[in-house]
C-alpha cells in the first residue's frame, strides 16, 4: 500500500489527518532540525532481541524518552535484550550483506548504506528510514504488516498477540482554559523576565494574553481574522526549579500564531518562535508593528498570516540564535524567496533568543548605573 492508497482509506473512513513531508532523518537529534507541527508527538521505534536471538520485540516510545532494556526485561520476564541490527533483518529476508567500510550494503542493491546497525538509506532514490520503512519500501509490506513481520521475527514470538494501530482520534475541540480573576501573577512572572509594563498591557488589553484560574499560567492566545480564538500557548509562571512549563491548549490549531493586531500601512512582517521572544522584541523596539509568533518551528501561521495580508512583502525571520532556530530560519528564507517574498534573518547579538538578550541588555544597564 502507498501513501496515496493510505490518503484515500482514511478518507473513506472519514478519519482526519495531517501530512507533513520532510527530508530522511536517521535519529531523534537531526529530527529536531526539522519544522513539524506536532513536535510534542514524536515517536521513535526500537527494534531489540534476546541474547540468544529468539525473541524479536519492537519498542515505539515517544521522541525525547530514553528506553530502560532491564526495566522492559523485568517488567515483561524476557532475557537480556539488546540491539537487533539490520543485517540480521535483511539475512533472514534473502539479501546478501556485505561490509562497506563503516557501513553494510547489499549484492542486490549496492547503492543501499546500512548505518549504526539500525537505519538504512537508499543514494540512488534518496529514501531512508528504519525496519519498518525498509520492509514497507523492499518487501511491499504495509505498515501493520511490517510490525508484524518484525514482532514475529524467526517466528519466535508467535503467541504474543500482535497490536493493532491504534484508530486515528478525532481531534479534540479546541476551548480557552478558564480565565483567573486577575492577572497579578503573569504580570510579575513577565516584568520579571525584562518585557515592559507597557507591552504586557498591550497584550491583555487586546484580550491576546491573560491568567489560567486553575494553574495560574500564562495563555498566550491565537484568534484568527475574525477575532476568534484558535490557539493557546501555556507558559508556567514558576520556574525558580529550571524551565517552567510549556505546552499548548488542546486542540490548538498550529496554523494559527500569536500575534500583534494587523497594520496593513507596512508591508514588513517580524516572525518569532515564542511569544515571549515577540513580547521581548516589542520592549527593545516600540515602534514594531505587524509580528507573529509561530510557537514552535512549524510555520504553519506565518502561512496563515501570509494569506490573510496579501499586502505584506517583506518577511524578517526572528528566530532563536541556536542551532535548530538558524536552520529552520535558513530554509524558511529559501522557501518564500521563493514565493517572492524579499526575506531577511535577524537573531539577537547575544543569547540563545530575544527574551535572554533582552534581560543581558537589562543587566548591562544596570551594572553600568
Not at 108 to 116: A, G, V
Not at 155 to 166: E, V
Not at 274 to 281: H, K
Amino acid at each position: 500500500m502507498n501513501k496515496e492508497a493510505v490518503y484515500a482509506l482514511l478518507r473513506a473512513q472519514g478519519i482526519p489527518f495531517e501530512v507533513t513531508e520532510h527530508g530522511a532523518v536517521y535519529t531523534m537529534a537531526e529530527l529536531k532540525d526539522v519544522p513539524l507541527p506536532y513536535p510534542e508527538a514524536d515517536a521513535k521505534n526500537i527494534f531489540v532481541r534476546d541474547d540468544k536471538k529468539r525473541q524479536y520485540y519492537l519498542l515505539t516510545v515517544q521522541g525525547d524518552k530514553r528506553v530502560d532494556l532491564k526495566a522492559f526485561r523485568r517488567a515483561h520476564g524476557t532475557r537480556p535484550l539488546t540491539f537487533a541490527s539490520a543485517e540480521e533483518l535483511l539475512s533472514h529476508l534473502g539479501y546478501q550483506v556485505k561490509r562497506v567500510g563503516r557501513f553494510h550494503t547489499t549484492a542486490e542493491m549496492d547503492s543501499l548504506r546500512i548505518k549504526d546497525r539500525r537505519t538504512w538509506f537508499r543514494y540512488s532514490q534518496n529514501t531512508g528510514g528504519d525496519a519498518i520503512t525498509f520492509l514497507q519500501q523492499f518487501c511491499g509490506k504495509s505498515f501493520p504488516e511490517a510490525v508484524e513481520y518484525l514482532l514475529t521475527f524467526h517466528g519466535k514470538a508467535r503467541d504474543a498477540p500482535i497490536p493493532q494501530p491504534k484508530p486515528i482520534s478525532q481531534k479534540q475541540e479546541f476551548s480557552l482554559p478558564p480565565r483567573n480573576a486577575d492577572d497579578r501573577r503573569v504580570f510579575a512572572y513577565l516584568r520579571k523576565r525584562g518585557i515592559a509594563a507597557q507591552v504586557i498591557r498591550q497584550f491583555l488589553n487586546a484580550g491576546l494574553l491573560y491568567e489560567d484560574a486553575v494553574h495560574h499560567n500564562c495563555v498566550f492566545v491565537g484568534r484568527d481574522e475574525s477575532g476568534q480564538a484558535k490557539y493557546a500557548g501555556l507558559r508556567g509562571t514558576y520556574d525558580l526549579n529550571g524551565p517552567g512549563f510549556k505546552g499548548d491548549a488542546p486542540g490548538s490549531d498550529k496554523n494559527t500564531g500569536f500575534s500583534l493586531p494587523h497594520d496593513p500601512r507596512s508591508d514588513l512582517v517580524l516572525v518569532f518562535e515564542a511569544p515571549i521572544d515577540l513580547m521581548s522584541y516589542l520592549t527593545l523596539h516600540r515602534d514594531t508593528t505587524n509580528a507573529v509568533a509561530l510557537c514552535g518551528l512549524y510555520d504553519g501561521a506565518l502561512q496563515t498570516y501570509l494569506q490573510a495580508h496579501p499586502e505584506i512583502r517583506r518577511i524578517a525571520l526572528c528566530l532563536d540564535a541556536d542551532e535548530p532556530g538558524q536552520k529552520a530560519a535558513q530554509q524558511l528564507q529559501e522557501k518564500y524567496q521563493l514565493q517572492g517574498y524579499a526575506v531577511t534573518v535577524e537573531k539577537p547579538r547575544c543569547g540563545k533568543d530575544w527574551n535572554e538578550y533582552l534581560q543581558r541588555k537589562i543587566c548591562s544597564r544596570e551594572r553600568g548605573r
